[in-house]
């Protein structure tokens, strides 16, 4: 649906020339409408732990006073329900700081092998638990883009934590780093491949989102908000970089991030 301004401006005095202008107001329109979903769901989400909680308090007061058995797993089960409500804080805090961020510096770069190293060395220890291999796939070169070196820390910890949760099944994950082409430009290119169950071809454009679940069940038991991947796509797009996303049902999924090489920085 679209939304116009209309406004009549005088072209020339004398002949009472005018002009009538539409200015389309669609897109502040639908950034509003966006910014509403936005608070709406937060706020559910929000809502569904704390209500729960607040269940379970009620129950502790009158029905299950004297039960230590009930009472200690609702205990658990709240502790759980505030971990959610936490994680959930996190994510919105950080999304909205990296979407209050201005431009980033010009001239700052990051080199994405040591980025990628910290990255693997941080999930490592909780992969292996899960039976999980990170397996590291690239040479002794570095790769410098233009970035930050945290924002894009931020955006290989989610990728690939998600690829660990998801993927686990797969028994193993891939991380490689190298120099290739995207749609016949070529550029530096980072990619965590899972070997999971994928993603079905029509819920690939929309796991940006915010909020956005394949299995609303199942992510919730993987601890996700569903916030993840819309901060990996924000500082993505922030840095004039591509989130590529490769998947095939039963095989796997492949998230890229690609850096088009430009001429004019590399002169
Ligand atoms: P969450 O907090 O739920 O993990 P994300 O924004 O990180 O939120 O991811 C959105 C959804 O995309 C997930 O809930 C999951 O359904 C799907 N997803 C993300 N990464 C993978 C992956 N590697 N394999 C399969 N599904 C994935």
Known sequence: EQLYRVSVTL????????ALVFRDQSEG?????????????????????????????????????????????????????????????????????????????????????????RVIDTIDQRAREAGLKVVPNWGEDGFTVLGNKDELFQVFENLLENACKYGRDGGRVEVSLGRRDDAGEPGIAASIRDFGPGIAEEHIPRITERFYRVDVEASRSQKGTGLGLAIVKHIVTRHNARLLIRSQVG???????????RKKLLE
């Open 29 to 117: 329109r639908r950034i509003d409408r966006m910014r509403a979903d936005f608070i709406a769901n937060a706020s559910h989400e929000l809502r569904t732990p704390l209500a729960s909680i607040s269940g379970f308090i009620e129950t502790l007061r009158g029905p299950a006073k004297n039960d230590v058995v009930a009472r200690d797993r609702f205990l658990g089960i709240m502790q759980e329900q505030t971990g959610r409500m936490a994680r959930l804080i996190d994510d919105l805090l950080s999304l909205s700081r990296v979407e209050m961020k201005p431009m980033l510096k010009p001239g700052e770069t990051a080199d994405l092998r040591p980025i990628l190293e």
């Open 251 to 261: 095989e796997g999924t492949e998230f890229t991030v690609f850096f088009p090489e």
């Open 11 to 18: 072209l020339d005095r004398t002949s009472g020339l005018s």
